[in-house]
């Protein structure tokens, strides 16, 4: 029995329905076949409930994309299901044979006076040549209220009847790889318990942040003694540049530490994604401006997460994160920016808790 999935696009998306995928592996012994970009394939091949990867990538050439067509019409498939709702992904879909074909479609709407009317991507007469059965996601600019999206792909598979809940949906490294280099890490910085913080070029827009960051990080971890772990992969923004020069750096690529000053901050430069999740899954508490891969490594480890975000963001953040052990301090309201000191304050109150 062979089952197949297309994700070729966002990293995180994976990390929600993986568990799924899982699942379905563990009830039907089947062979499972994943459709992903190069950029995915650096987890999703190191899963080993996955048996083969096809890659694909958007930027290809027709003769390329053609190739990677005929690659996934060899078999024939009990399960397809299309995650992404791309173009290629869809028209593969069409084309291959299974028994059962599932996938979403995406919701906008225009409001004519009073009247909206709602658009759907593709289009539910063509969605009918797709699927069998489909599940409806709002474009991120059109949620204009919370909803739970990963209780969509359990609803899209709920006739299967898998053991996947919202409980336990979040799955990203089961079997602890890079353990042994996180613990080597920690041992050469001589930390135990900390709280992490991803970096990213999402804080760019927090005011004051070129100058006051490491300010608060430094008072930050005062008030709740703990060390504070930073971590980010090939960041180019001006306030990283200007946190670089002053703090204590751990080089994953060689494993050097430059021990700068005192303080019990540090950065873990470039970290591989599974030696982040690894540092994820051993924090106490998890920040970030709605880093995809810390909101679900720690989604899967069970930790706790906060959200930095502007209040136009929540309603749509919202909808990827936990359930519980989730919280959100704001950087900006009604496009009113918050001072990163007020910032530092409000994760205070929720770490002071744990």
């Given at each position: 029995?062979?089952?197949?999935?297309?994700?070729?696009?966002?990293?995180?998306?994976?990390?929600?329905?993986?568990?799924?995928?899982?699942?379905?592996?563990?009830?039907?012994?089947?062979?499972?076949?994943?459709?992903?970009?190069?950029y995915?394939?650096?987890?999703?091949?190191?899963?080993?409930?996955?048996?083969?990867?096809?890659?694909?990538?958007?930027?290809?050439?027709i003769?390329q994309?053609?190739?990677?067509?005929?690659?996934?019409?060899?078999?024939?498939?009990?399960?397809?299901?299309?995650?992404?709702?791309?173009?290629?992904?869809?028209?593969?879909?069409?084309?291959l044979?299974?028994?059962?074909?599932?996938g979403?479609?995406?919701?906008?709407?225009?409001?004519?006076?009073?009247?909206?009317?709602?658009?759907?991507?593709?289009?539910?007469?063509?969605?009918k040549?797709?699927?069998?059965?489909?599940?409806?996601?709002?474009?991120?600019?059109?949620?204009?209220?919370?909803?739970?999206?990963?209780?969509t792909?359990?609803d899209?598979?709920?006739?299967?009847?898998?053991?996947?809940?919202?409980?336990n949906?979040?799955?990203?490294?089961?079997?602890?790889l890079?353990?042994?280099?996180?613990?080597?890490?920690?041992?050469?910085?001589n930390?135990?318990?900390?709280?992490?913080?991803?970096?990213?070029?999402?804080?760019?827009?927090?005011?004051?942040?070129?100058?006051?960051?490491?300010?608060?990080?430094?008072?930050?971890?005062?008030?709740?003694?703990k060390?504070?772990?930073?971590?980010?992969?090939?960041?180019?923004?001006?306030?990283?540049?200007?946190?670089?020069?002053?703090?204590n750096i751990?080089?994953?690529?060689?494993?050097?530490?430059?021990?700068?000053?005192?303080?019990?901050?540090?950065?873990?430069?470039?970290?591989?994604?599974?030696l982040?999740?690894?540092?994820?899954?051993?924090?106490?508490?998890?920040?970030?401006?709605?880093?995809?891969?810390?909101?679900?490594?720690?989604?899967?480890?069970?930790?706790?997460?906060?959200?930095?975000?502007?209040?136009?963001?929540?309603?749509?953040?919202?909808?990827?994160?936990?359930i519980?052990?989730y919280?959100?301090?704001?950087k900006?309201?009604?496009?009113?920016?918050?001072?990163?000191?007020?910032?530092?304050?409000?994760?205070?109150?929720?770490?002071s808790?744990?």
């Amino acid at each position: 029995m062979n089952i197949i999935f297309f994700n070729t696009v966002a990293l995180g998306d994976y990390l929600v329905h993986s568990r799924l995928i899982k699942d379905l592996k563990i009830k039907y012994n089947c062979n499972i076949t994943a459709v992903c970009s190069p950029y995915n394939s650096r987890l999703i091949k190191k899963h080993k409930h996955i048996d083969s990867v096809i890659l694909y990538d958007d930027k290809w050439s027709i003769f390329q994309k053609y190739n990677c067509l005929k690659k996934i019409l060899k078999k024939k498939y009990y399960l397809s299901i299309v995650f992404d709702c791309k173009k290629f992904s869809m028209i593969s879909n069409f084309f291959l044979k299974s028994q059962f074909k599932r996938g979403l479609l995406m919701r906008k709407y225009k409001k004519i006076f009073s009247l909206k009317i709602n658009l759907f991507y593709p289009s539910k007469i063509i969605a009918k040549f797709l699927y069998d059965k489909y599940v409806v996601h709002k474009r991120v600019k059109y949620i204009d209220k919370h909803y739970y999206l990963p209780s969509t792909w359990l609803d899209l598979l709920s006739d299967f009847k898998l053991k996947t809940t919202t409980k336990n949906i979040y799955f990203f490294n089961p079997n602890k790889l890079f353990e042994d280099k996180k613990k080597k890490l920690l041992k050469k910085i001589n930390v135990n318990k900390y709280i992490l913080f991803h970096l990213d070029h999402k804080w760019e827009d927090i005011l004051d942040i070129n100058n006051n960051f490491y300010s608060n990080l430094i008072i930050l971890s005062k008030k709740i003694n703990k060390n504070i772990l930073l971590t980010s992969f090939n960041n180019n923004s001006d306030y990283y540049k200007n946190l670089e020069n002053k703090i204590n750096i751990f080089n994953t690529n060689n494993f050097n530490f430059l021990k700068r000053n005192s303080y019990n901050i540090y950065l873990v430069k470039n970290p591989d994604i599974f030696l982040q999740e690894r540092l994820i899954g051993s924090s106490d508490i998890n920040i970030s401006c709605h880093s995809g891969i810390l909101v679900h490594g720690s989604g899967s480890n069970n930790k706790v997460v906060i959200d930095i975000l502007n209040s136009k963001e929540i309603n749509m953040q919202k909808c990827w994160a936990p359930i519980k052990n989730y919280f959100v301090v704001k950087k900006s309201f009604y496009n009113k920016k918050i001072k990163i000191n007020y910032i530092f304050n409000d994760l205070f109150k929720i770490i002071s808790k744990y």
